[in-house]
């Protein structure tokens, strides 16, 4: 067996099943969590004013071995089936969604060494999340929620559209009910779409309230709506995962009665 | 084939399937979609300030089209079967839901040069968000959310008027124990029903809270039965919603494959 | 047909079946429904001091009319079977639901005439609020939902008491937690408990929030466990609504496919 | 019989049936009660100060039942078949779950004899809560949840990993967003997660509140998102509830009763 053969196996479990490379998977998911954390806990200033020097360090270590990883699957990855040409089997790794959030969550880092505006750099560092993505790779359970979601896209993107709808109406009839008696609060539709969603949604900072006894009475018919607004997105994803849960389970008990075949 | 079913199949393209008339569906949904974003943002004063100038030729511009569209459907309407009669068809066709609303969307731009009260106009400024439904006649899939609720109108309104109900009591019984204490807050059982919506539909905005302890008692059971209170209508839009997607489906699969049979 | 007949007649339209008992039936609801608005909206001091005689002479005119009711009802029911008996019967129907709720609505009229401290009177006005429940003896659509919550009250108490449960622990860790940070709101266990309900039914007025660090961690759990405590009575509820309305059309469809026979 | 087994049987109605012994059940669920009461009343300083002696007395009074039962339990727990060997079954029996929320529910009460840190014995307290566990031993009703909370687990861990996946995208986003508006408020990404939180569940404290236009339009499309992410649980967990409720029923009803055949 060829050496690049071996360091292919070492990172797909999956496919090998060899015991060291399980234990490289769960080296990289500790990784990636201590990367998260510390992506989270480095923007509190207490924090990085003490340990900006762990921080640095860690970065620089967790690229270094992201990008050793890296370079080592695009290495590799003519071992699979799928990318097996060399040369256009790697390029089309690269650009897989698995090849290029590998690339652009290490991206941010080599960007400091090239003369650009700090500002655009501060964006390239949320990229860094991307690190997260990296996890849905040993994660498979999380697809059972992905599956559901882009199985019910339509119905989602309907009700998404009917709230939408909603709360166009909501925000223009408050902004001329509640707009003269507060005009600093509600002070345009869009402003007045923010308490919309606020009171639909039933979060209710309580930023915006209205005071009139029109404007009162409407919101409260709103929040009402909103409890039954929350049904239907519980409808629609509760036949979803029953459907995938009952999926398997089904094609067994799916046998007719009077002659036994399957449905 | 006559000049007046050309337009027709233009304006129709459900009907007659034609590329171009495809072209101006698109035409006029993002025309809709401009004209609603433009009613929200000419509210903003920051915006219309700047832009006053560019919304106000964006509106004669829409009322142009959406008239011209409007006399277009009512000429050419006798092409469809049902409004056949040139009289007593296209009179029928105004009078009917989409012609009424095609009506009222440009009707507040003409009221403009009628020497009428500016307070009046204010209202019919609100006719402009009729727009929106226009909108109804491409999109197909909000029909979905619109049956079932009209399916299960009557259950829902059960659940309204349940809720109603224990509003009036929740709001009298809190009037009389926490309205001693907060006599500014909890001035009268109306305000109090402000409060009873906020707790029971869970948007809890903070800007009237018991300070008793009975009161806060009765609050809490209050909010516990604002958590059932999600369940009722969860559970009759889903089954609605359930039974919808899958009555043509049950249809087709209650028979054996193999023999024919109903299950 | 005796008189006394044709009185119970009028008032019973769901036995007699006759038009004018009917409209005396709309003039119930009606009257019932100004009834609990005027007991509303006389709390807000602007409206009880102008209509303060209208008020008044309203409550007059409803109390003689339930009292006419009341007395009527007393004298022909025992034109019913369950209640034959001049003495037991009439006895047994002042004692029963509907009889105990159409006294004590009017009770407190009356005792405005007997030398009682005022204190009780106040008590007493609350069982004005009875007469809303007139209203249930003509709607019977609302009796699903009872219907549905007393099918499934064991598994709600079950609900309840597991919501209890938390929330007691929830308090007494929230209180040793939060309570050094602010002595003042965190105060005590049962102080701690308002704001562990207003966080695990997800209300959040907001007058108690948690400010260190891991008073927020905690609170963060409770908020993603009150996530899932709106699923449980979702799911008792949604299966007991769509047993109830499924439970007629079922019993049509419950037919063995083998021998034909119902099940 | 020996005295040992009458005592045991004492203490398990469940085994024996003896009605003595339900009356020592409710004694001993109205004791635990009473406990859990008095943990949280006298966190509050007005009743503590004024009952001080009544709690102090009422918690040695507990103590001492609590100790005579748990010593009875393991003397008499040899009844048991499971336990039938003196030393290794009584062992086991302390070791076992039961037997050791019985032995900490106690303990704090004894550790003050002993000479350790004032600050620890405050923690210990919270042992005492153990003491509303005992009562699940009463309460099989809680079961019914314990189990499809167990059976949904992996399902519900997918969730609830699925929406720190979001608080982790949401809070690092609007971090960047918001951050520089508000720096004293949105300071960091922890310090934003607890606003995605209150956001995601619709808790909406109010403490938090987006200031920017852009803050606000993806605080909007969270909250919506959060209205869905109410609907994974609500699946599972109603999926769970009808599977375990109708488990029984389905069994003996998946019968014809005239035919016999399975349907």
Known sequence: MSFRKRVFEQLEPAVSGLRSARIIEYFFIG???????????????????????????????????????????????????RYKNPMKGRFRYIMSRSGLIDLFSILPFYLNFLPIDLRWLRIFRLFRLLRMLKIARYLSALNLIFAVIKDRREQLMVVIMFIFFLLVIIATVMFYVEGPAQPEVFSSIPATMWWGIATLTTVGYGDMVPITALGKFLAGIIAIIGVGMYALPAGILSAGISDHLNSHRTNKEKRCPHCGKDL
């Open 31 to 81: 990784l990636i969590i201590c990367n998260i954390a510390a992506i989270q806990l480095e923007t509190v200033p207490r924090f990085y004013e003490r340990y900006q020097r762990f921080f640095d360090n860690f970065e620089i270590f967790s690229v270094v071995i992201f990008s050793i990883e890296y370079v080592l699957r695009i290495w590799t990855i003519t071992e699979m089936l």
